[in-house]
């Protein structure tokens, strides 16, 4: 019994694997799937590139030392947060 509770789940995991990766289209999907990857990274980078408010973007990144006390604080937190989630990240990262 459980040698076939083993092998219906990865079967399910492979189909999974075949929509998310080729679209079950065989070779086709697969070079399909590649060329919409290059143009959404494409159009991507020369968004971001045409974009005139990523500078604006940058100031939320900053924290303010000389606001009120609440501020600081504030945006100290939301630092240590970004800063502890890229650590978990990399862990991950590491460690696979």
């Known amino acids: 019994m459980a040698?076939?509770?083993h092998s219906d789940t990865h079967r399910f995991f492979e189909?999974?694997?075949l929509l998310h990766y080729a679209l079950l289209g065989g070779d086709i999907a697969y070079k399909f799937v590649g060329i919409i990857g290059l143009l959404m990274?494409?159009?991507s980078i020369t968004g971001m590139i045409l974009w005139s408010?990523?500078?604006r973007l940058i100031s939320?990144?900053?924290i303010k030392w000389?606001?009120?006390?609440k501020r600081v604080n504030f945006d100290n937190k939301i630092l240590d947060?970004?800063?502890k989630k890229r650590a978990f990240q990399?862990?991950?990262?590491?460690?696979?």
């Open 81 to 83: 947060k970004t800063l």
């Open 90 to 96: 990399s862990q991950d990262i590491l460690q696979n």
């Open 15 to 17: 189909i999974a694997y």
């Open 60 to 62: 939320g990144f900053k």
């Open 53 to 55: 408010g990523w500078r």
């Open 66 to 69: 000389n606001a009120h006390p």
């Open 41 to 43: 990274s494409f159009m």
């Open 3 to 5: 040698l076939r509770q």
